[in-house]
């Protein structure tokens, strides 16, 4: 059973950084074909789509975010972080991550970890 | 860009919901259809226009390909009244999810 859980900070203040770590199971990211994303959602706003890392390490980010963005994998395969740079009001959201699946679609997701930033 | 129509559909249970999705570009038949209830993740429902992710029950149907796509709802039941999104993964530098059909109790 594949299962994803979102861990960070609940509270950022303007400027600061982001680092949202993505730990999963049910699968590892060394293994050829698997694939993780992110995905943000303000309150009361549609799912928006931040970054994908494959296992064999290509990366793919959002093209207006691209320059705040960096995706990693660790050594386990089991984790995945995200790290979001100079975070502002506007990137106060519910942050997913979730495991992208043979059709290309975001198959199964994390609970989520809301991210409020304010000052 | 994505654009879901209607904005909300009242519909009673029993009844068939049809949500419509258009894409500014073709984008074959690279989307997805996903529910989200209040205070939980997007589920996954169709992927590639029209095939059910696992677990999905069959009064969920996808069809279109290129830019125009219906998600169909046959027989509603109470556990479907919820937010569907659609979403495109056509170009990964610009997958972009669908701003949502609420689908509520008429």
């Known amino acids: 059973q594949v299962t994803l859980k979102e861990s960070g900070p609940a509270l950022l203040k303007p400027t600061e950084t982001l680092t949202m770590t993505c730990s999963f199971s049910?699968?590892?990211?060394?293994?050829?074909?698997?694939?993780v994303g992110w995905v943000r959602q303000p309150p009361g706003q549609a799912p928006e789509w931040l970054a994908r890392?494959?296992?064999?390490?290509?990366?793919f980010y959002s093209s207006g975010l691209k320059s705040r963005l960096t995706i990693s994998k660790d050594n386990s395969g089991a984790q995945v972080v995200l790290t979001m740079t100079n975070m502002n009001p506007v990137d106060t959201a519910t942050y997913y991550c979730?495991?992208?699946?043979?059709?290309?679609?975001?198959?199964?997701w994390g609970q989520g970890t809301m991210v409020t930033v304010s000052s | 860009v994505m654009t879901q129509s209607p904005a909300t559909l009242s519909v009673s249970p029993g009844e068939k919901a049809t949500l419509s999705c258009r894409a500014s570009?073709?984008?074959?038949?690279?989307l997805a259809w996903y529910q989200q209830k209040p205070g939980q993740a997007p589920r996954l429902l169709i992927y590639?226009?029209?095939t059910r992710a696992a677990g999905v029950p069959d009064r969920f149907s996808g069809s279109g390909s290129g830019t125009e796509f219906t998600l169909t709802i046959s027989n509603l039941q109470s556990e479907d009244f919820a937010v569907y999104y659609c979403?495109?993964?056509?170009?990964?530098?610009?997958?972009?999810f669908g701003p949502g059909t609420t689908v509520d109790f008429k």
């Open positions: 979730a495991q992208i699946g043979w059709g290309n679609a975001f198959d199964v």
């Open positions: 979403q495109q993964y056509n170009n990964w530098v610009l997958v972009t």
């Open positions: 049910g699968f590892s990211l060394w293994t050829a074909g698997m694939r």
């Open positions: 590639g226009a029209s």
């Open positions: 890392i494959d296992w064999d390490d290509q990366k």
């Open positions: 570009q073709n984008i074959g038949p690279n």
